[in-house]
């Protein structure tokens, strides 16, 4: 299968999982799940969350995820960090080089990792990544797929 007839396979998953009524811990693991099958060269992938009032990485597939993401949570700034900050998608291409986040790189590089891409999850035009966000995964589904570009709505409608 091509990468888009797979980018749009685990967006219509997606799209099912989403308006079920699984919970929200159980919807974000999805969520990680399909990025990974949905981007090729992925190995895995986290999401950094507010959780009892500290960032920490509540949903990954792969217990590496965690220990990689410390580096900048106790260094209080990296990818991840800067994406929900900023709201624009984080990419580093190279672990092994020098750049932002030194912290966060040795520790993705001392694990294997060379690259890494950090995506904000936007909702009513604001980064979040916070557990208090007490919409279903329904309504949070409908609200992303009512800002997404015309070619994915065209993908969730197809389903």
Do not use: N
């Not at 919970?23 to 950094?48: I, N, Q």
């Not at 604001?126 to 995964?137: I, L, N």
């Amino acid at each position: 299968m091509s990468e888009d007839g797979e980018a749009a396979e685990s967006l219509a998953a997606l799209t099912r999982f989403l308006v079920g009524d699984a919970t929200m811990h159980d919807t974000l693991t999805r969520v990680a799940e399909l990025a990974v099958k949905a981007v090729p060269p992925a190995a895995f992938a986290g999401l950094s969350m507010l959780v009892e009032d500290r960032v920490q990485t509540a949903v990954f597939t792969d217990p590496t995820s965690p220990e990689i993401d410390q580096a900048q949570y106790d260094a209080g700034d990296g990818p991840c960090l800067a994406a929900f900050r900023s709201g624009v998608v984080t990419e580093i291409p190279s672990t092994v080089t020098d750049g932002p986040w030194p912290e966060f790189r040795r520790a993705a590089a001392a694990h294997g990792i060379l690259s890494t891409l950090s995506l904000p999850m936007v909702v009513e035009d604001r980064a979040v990544f916070d557990c208090g966000d007490v919409r279903t995964p329904a309504e949070l589904a409908r609200d992303m797929l009512a800002r997404a570009p015309e070619s994915i709505r065209r993908l969730f409608a197809a389903e």
